[in-house]
């Protein structure tokens, strides 16, 4: 069974709706690739296409991946999995980040004859140093769950961090626990505490999935609140607020 139709779908359409509002913010003439995310939006998917190829044929990453979604869902034109590959592949080997997340979870799929787990890390190491907190995420919990790759705590940390620095609440929270438990780290209470202090009190909007993490985080917070004493849960409280100041850099 393949789930290549239903990779980068949200991230494309994310991609089409900020190029429409760059242009909209913009007096200069809009180049092919944004006038094909223009005719994607109103329904023209033949003429996207016919816009797009000419730029993803010289070259340009982001017409390419275009192509590659468009071909790999079949929305609008025939499915051709063959063709969507090929754009896929060739936007990821000129190291476009949400071409080498897609590429990297088809090869990271054991259902799929595109598996290959070694692949896969090597291109979300390549998509989380260029400081893609998505990459870095994933990475952190392959090596945490170690299903694809072989465990390594140290790793794990090493990724959740970056991602945590990125202000990414989700990595936040996995530090928290990383240092709760003893993870790859020494553990220490008072570092957990800190990453869920900041975890908890992260802005989530309407992200339901963010406000549970960050609820989640509230309730960790005071369990540990009650592992330490008054002067622990102040020196807390004081990494807590100089992690903040610093921009979440060099927080541990």
């Not at 299903?147 to 996995?174: C, N, P």
Request: charged content about 20%; glycine content about 8%.
């Amino acid at each position: 069974m393949s789930r290549v139709g239903s990779f980068g779908r949200s991230v494309f359409i994310g991609l089409i709706i900020f190029g429409l509002l760059a242009l909209a913010t913009k007096s200069a003439k809009a180049g092919p690739v944004e006038e094909g995310d223009r005719a994607y939006l109103q329904g023209r998917i033949e003429a996207a296409i016919q816009l797009w190829t000419p730029p993803a044929t010289q070259g340009s990453a982001e017409a390419q991946y275009r192509l590659s979604q468009v071909y790999l869902s079949g929305n609008g034109v025939a499915r051709h999995l063959e063709l969507g590959l090929k754009w896929l592949s060739l936007a990821a080997e000129r190291h476009y980040p949400p071409a080498l997340i897609d590429l990297a979870d088809l090869k990271l799929d054991p259902r799929n004859v595109m598996y290959q787990p070694d692949e896969a890390v090597a291109l979300l190491r390549d998509a989380a140093g260029q400081g893609i907190v998505q990459a870095q995420r994933q990475l952190g919990q392959l090596y945490r769950e170690g299903k694809a790759v072989s465990q390594d705590f140290t790793e794990s940390l090493h990724f959740y961090r970056m991602g945590a620095q990125r202000g990414d609440l989700e990595s936040q929270y996995v530090l928290g626990e990383l240092y709760r438990y003893g993870y790859g780290v020494e553990q220490s209470n008072i570092k957990a505490l800190m990453w869920m202090s900041l975890a908890a009190s992260a802005i989530t909007g309407n992200n339901t999935h963010l406000k549970k993490i960050a609820h989640d985080a509230a309730i960790a917070r005071s369990q540990l609140s009650r592992l330490v004493g008054p002067s622990e849960r102040a020196e807390a409280d004081d990494l807590a607020s100089r992690c903040w100041q610093n921009k979440l850099v060099a927080c541990d």
